[in-house]
């Protein structure tokens, strides 16, 4: 298993110790307040980690501490991983970011947009915008989730997952079944967080000619080191996945999630791109350092620089906030100055963020309220893992920019 280089000294790599020590205090008091079981902070400047810490237990019931080598289902920070794969394949010349997708996937050929009616007979049109690997990449082909519970499409797919048959398809068939749903609105117009990443992964696997754990595994996780990251724990790797937890409607008191705790320790049929993988803080560190040294990490280049920059910024039309780009009515509240890039979000001006991480900071969540940024300018990168149930529970994103940036000196 990998694990995490001894922390350097912060004040040499332009960090206040301090500072740091003030952020996990102020972390610790979730687990204090009993609003979290447990946590995992890692920060890293100029190519170091500069602060590890661990606080409360991965397994409240057998009394387990959060360990360095406690594993995370990460969820939603598997996107930047299925971006990176895509960028792999798009360097190779095998795709440009503006080629239609149905040359690869023929399901997505003839896109319908929603116009109006209920999720039982919807009015559509036929889309005069093909589907491209762009929208894939940024969440504006018009795909959506049936968790946003806001729009008669997002009713569509939640239909979809009750479908006999749904829990045994695999990634290809469930983009079948996602083809089938119209869109929320003519791609490229609009942002909406959705199943695209999922859809790019099924990409990965036509073009690149390998299922997608294979893809990962030989040509990404291999390289960079990452030996603990997958899309399943099994054996003694099942035993330090960490618990997962809820809060009790009543008084507000922790509750473990059996059913979340079950996801992460089988094979499953299908390989979500969009939020599979579970993994160790050492493993996502290699990641987001090779994200911040341009695409290489320890002599091994994946990506060429100037990829990774184009990743970095905000490919939304007209440079605009990805939450202003979302249809009505809105999933998301508004948070101006984080645009989207390929496969994570972006800040785009701090202060209208009113947020202390620089111009250029990639960011992106988990599910299960695990957290990360990089900032490929300031080599800086942070990640936050827990394992709590429904995201957002805390406002977790915002104040770990906030507390691990302004430790900054210099």
């Known amino acids: 298993m990998g694990e995490l280089p001894e922390p350097a000294d912060p004040s040499a790599h332009g960090l206040d110790a301090e500072r740091l020590r003030r952020a996990g205090d102020y972390l610790g008091r979730y687990i204090d307040d009993g609003m979290l079981a447990g946590w995992q902070l890692v920060v890293a400047s100029g190519g170091a980690v500069v602060w590890h810490e661990r606080r409360g237990l991965a397994d409240v019931e057998a009394g387990t501490p959060v360990r360095p080598d406690t594993l995370w289902r990460l969820y939603s920070m598997t996107k930047p991983v299925t971006a990176v794969a895509a960028m792999m394949l798009y360097e190779a010349g095998e795709f440009a970011l503006d080629d239609p997708v149905d040359r690869w996937l023929p399901e997505f050929g003839s896109p319908r947009v929603y116009q109006f009616g209920p999720p039982q007979t919807p009015g559509t049109i036929p889309s005069s915008q093909p589907i491209t690997v762009r929208h894939l990449l940024t969440h504006t082909a018009g795909l959506s989730y049936g968790f946003h519970f806001v729009h008669p499409v997002d009713a569509l797919y939640r239909a979809a997952e009750e479908e006999p048959g749904w829990a045994a398809a695999d990634l290809a068939g469930r983009c079948q079944r996602w083809a089938s749903i119209p869109l929320l609105y003519l791609p490229g117009t609009a942002w909406t967080y959705s199943v695209a990443s999922d859809v790019l992964g099924r990409l990965v696997e036509v073009v690149g000619g390998q299922r997608l754990d294979e893809f990962f595994a030989q040509r990404i996780f291999g390289p960079l080191g990452m030996t603990d990251t997958g899309f399943w724990a099994d054996g003694e790797r099942a035993a330090r996945l960490a618990a997962v937890y809820g809060r009790d409607s009543a008084d507000g008191k922790l509750v473990r999630d059996d059913a979340a705790c079950a996801q ?50 905000n490919h939304l039309p007209a440079g605009a906030a990805y939450t202003a780009l979302q249809p009505e009515p809105r999933s998301w509240p508004p948070a101006p100055g984080l645009g989207f890039g390929l496969g994570l979000a972006v800040v785009t001006d701090p202060a209208a963020a009113g947020t202390p ?54």
């Open 357 to 410: 991480a620089s111009a250029g900071t990639g960011f992106w969540s988990g599910a299960l309220n695990t957290e990360f940024f990089a900032d490929p300018g300031d080599d800086l990168t942070a990640m936050f893992f827990t394992q709590l149930t429904p995201y957002g529970a805390l406002p977790l994103q915002r104040e770990l920019a906030h507390l691990i940036c302004s430790a900054r000196t210099m």
């Open 264 to 313: 992460g320790t089988t094979p499953p049929l299908a390989l979500s791109g969009g939020g599979g993988l579970v993994g160790s803080a050492a493993d996502y560190h290699r990641f987001t350092q090779f994200l911040v040294r341009n695409g290489e990490l320890d002599g091994v280049r994946l990506l060429g620089a100037r990829t990774v920059d184009l990743m970095f910024r």
